[in-house]
């Protein structure tokens, strides 16, 4: 088993900027890939950016591109999500999750969820 733990959500007005923090513990040696999902009261949860826990790819979703960076410290078994001039719209629980078998945008393919922090971005 993996466990995961966010850390670093808040409240910020537009044009901010926050890090989050997804920390791993137990069979981390498991993990190919780390993700970022969120999501939005009403609306499905959504692709943020994702990670090779060994390797360079990284891969992010539309709403990410340009404004978001997506980092790992493997030495501390911890991923990244550096996201900058947040919107409004960016508000939702931001949620980190661990993939056994490889990079991927869909959430189904994902085997480890943390319990999610929340963002609030304001007008």
């Known amino acids: 088993q993996v466990q995961l733990v966010e850390s670093g959500g808040g409240l910020v007005q537009a044009g901010g900027s926050l890090e989050l923090s997804c920390a791993a513990s137990g069979r981390t040696f498991s993990i190919d890939t780390m993700g970022w999902f969120r999501q939005a009261p009403g609306k499905e949860r959504e692709f943020v950016a994702a990670?090779?826990?060994?390797?360079?790819?990284?891969l992010y979703g539309d709403s990410a591109k340009g404004r978001f960076t997506i980092s790992r410290d493997n030495a501390k078994n911890t991923v990244y999500l550096q996201m900058n001039s947040l919107k409004p719209e960016d508000t939702a629980v931001y949620y980190c999750?661990?993939?056994?078998?490889?990079?991927?945008?869909?959430?189904?393919?994902?085997?480890?969820w943390g319990q999610g922090t929340q963002v609030t971005v304001s007008s």
């Open positions: 999750a661990a993939d056994r078998s490889g990079i991927s945008v869909s959430a189904a393919s994902y085997d480890y």
């Open positions: 990670i090779r826990w060994s390797r360079s790819n990284t």
